[in-house]
């Protein structure tokens, strides 16, 4: 909708010209509190700017208006739009995220908590660096103790879900509960030196912006005054101190909240987010308007058919069914069994081809997933058709650092004189530096070198480590992770029999690593399963060095001159708020999505959530939505039978298309 003459020669703006009923009945209600569920693509940003753009007409002054957001982006957008049209220029409407406005307004009375004037903010590198020198006073050479960045993801998890540390210790992270009279120790010393190097972390932005308010009535009511009307964007996500710090803003008598959201999209608990917070706005606020805003403007009824369909599945949610503002016509949702990951994969990448051929921009195009590890067979596809694309979720799959220790394990068997792939491995045993490293080089090579001498022609079976090294100088500190380190290479060599295919040479470096990267890294579960999917991904591959070499190039994929070119790889937590004219989620198979882990929690809750990634995905489509999924994940050496997905085998047949690859 274009604005009206009048309003863009300066006048008073037609508001039912420019806004949809629903949206213009949220922007224009006089009601204290009003609850906006705004449905994917309806507009959401809209109704809020416009209803800022209102309350100025109204003559509301504009440092009377708190418009909190999630992301800096997203504030900057809103207030960008509300200067456009309510020609507000440089008037000082206070807006930005939860942390920044905490800033603020804590720049001004941190002395009150025991703060000096000009407190720091520590970021995450900050508090890595502190955290890892606590663990190390505190904990020193513990066994298996939790690793600074563990810790900090325990810390904030319970400030964020307003719980004790205990707590969350004991519901999600049992593993470190014997640990816990040390993890206290180091708890309280991280909130003193904060206090004493007069710093604070992200979350004590929103910690110490609450206890204000709690504590210093005048302040909250100084506060109160000033904010008259509160608007929250993406209330959905809000955690306990924010859905708090919300409560008591707008807790005086004159206070005006509107909270816009959507209960489906609500998909961050695992970071303290609360859907329900929203479910229940009106059980907090009794008086409070609802506002369905329902018209969708991003895709085709046939998918809009297929996503209220699938959310509709859910108990605990706001009732409403989007409607297409787009005519009819295009074709429904494709369903696709693959009979395998590779399959699956390769007809992504064979349809994704034709569609580049057909004139779709690759910026057109995404390939959504639930888990990271769930794109690397597309990713490797991609490579081998030469389609350029771009990852959003993280690094490149043989990018990763848990990866790449595998692979330098199957490098140095495949040539034994690669020193970077040696310094890699050695670099994962204890208390070893880059001279200790040099020194270990030096060993290998002397115990290496002769015998390659005598065979220029030699496989990988030949070299006979145990014989050659497991003599060698060895500082008496490291010996038994040498030891353990060439009985591995050793076993990776079987004497007299056929050579171990790629997939089980993984599986059986995956097995040796699991000590170490349980603590090198915080998401330790998460990499596991990367690896497990390596040895599927490998297959029935059976040349070592072609696979090594098909690595090596997968890293080298040309990113074309022009970004937009990129086809889109990313999780579904990370493509919310985007969207794209050709969508593919991968890997719908139970087990995969929904989790595994989703399933054995046995929370009907965790499940909702999980069909509400799935309503998320699904509505990014604008014009073609696939959805795929492979019968068996894996070939060859270590195969799971993988079922449809619940969130597939519970849509009406007539609303998709059933493809066979």
Known sequence: MAPTLAARLG?????????????????????????????????????????????LEQGVAPWRILLLTFTNKAAREMLERVGSLAGAGGAPIWGGTFHSVANRLLRRHAELLGYRPGFSILDADDQKALMRALVKQHA??????????????????????????????????????????????????????????????????????????????ELRRAWQERFEYLLVDEYQDTNAPQDEI???????????????????????SWRGADVEHMLHFRRRYPDAE????????????????LSNAAIAQNECRLAKDLRAARRAGGRRPVVLPAPDNRTEAQWVAQRIDELLAGGVPGSDIAVLYRAHFHSTDV????????????????????????????????????????????????????????????????????GVEPWLAEHPQASRVGVPHAELLARASIPAAIRSSWEA???????????????????????????????????????????????????????EEEDLDAFLAQVALLSEVDTPAA????????????????????????????????????????????????????????????????????????????????????????????????WEP
């Open 11 to 55: 006048g008073a703006r037609d508001f039912s010209a420019e806004l949809n009923p629903e949206q213009l009945a949220a922007v224009t209600t006089r009601a204290r509190r009003a609850l906006v569920v705004a449905g994917a693509g309806s507009g959401k940003t809209r109704t809020l700017t416009y209803r800022v753009a209102w309350l």
């Open 379 to 446: 990713q490797m596809e991609l490579a081998r058709a030469h389609i350029p694309y771009r990852i959003t979720s993280g690094l490149r799959f043989f990018e990763q650092a848990h990866v790449k220790d595998v692979v330098a394990f199957l490098r140095l068997l495949a040539n034994p004189r690669d020193e970077v792939a040696f310094r890699r491995i050695v670099g994962t045993f204890p208390r070893v530096g880059e001279a200790t490293a040099g020194k270990l080089w030096a060993q290998w090579c002397a």
């Open 290 to 305: 609802l506002f369905p805003i329902t018209v969708n403007y991003r895709s085709v009824p046939a998918i809009l058919e």
């Open 246 to 268: 919300v409560a008591l803003l707008a807790g005086g008598e004159h206070n005006c909240l509107m909270a816009v959201g959507d209960d489906a999209q609500s998909i961050y």
């Open 485 to 539: 380190f060439v009985a591995l290479m050793d076993s990776l060599h079987p004497a007299g029999e056929a050579e171990l295919l790629p997939a089980e040479l993984v599986h059986a470096v995956h097995e040796y690593l699991l000590p170490y990267q349980s603590r090198a890294y915080e998401n330790y579960e998460e990499r596991a399963e990367d690896l497990e999917q390596l040895c599927r991904t490998v297959g």
């Open 140 to 217: 020193g050479k513990t066994a298996h103790f939790p690793k600074a960045e563990q810790l900090l993801a325990l810390h904030s998890l319970a400030l964020n879900t307003s719980r004790t540390w205990q707590e969350t210790l004991r519901s999600d992270y049992p593993a470190c509960e014997r640990h816990a009279e040390l993890i206290g120790r180091i708890f309280a010393d991280y909130a003193a030196r904060k206090l004493a190097q007069n710093a604070m972390d992200f979350d004590d932005l929103l910690l110490n912006w609450l206890r204000l308010l709690r504590e210093q009535a």
């Open 563 to 658: 970004e937009e070119d990129s086809v889109t790889l990313s999780t579904i937590h990370q493509a919310k708020g985007l969207e794209w004219k050709v969508v593919f989620v991968i890997f719908l198979g139970e087990g995969l999505f929904p989790h595994r882990r989703v399933l054995e929690s046995g929370d009907p809750r965790d499940v909702e959530e999980e069909r509400r990634l799935f309503y998320v995905a699904v509505t990014r489509a604008q014009d073609q939505l696939y959805l795929s999924f492979p019968r068996y994940n894996g070939r060859g050496y270590d195969v799971q039978y993988c079922p449809p997905s619940r969130f597939l085998t519970a849509l009406p047949e007539e609303l998709v298309e059933l």
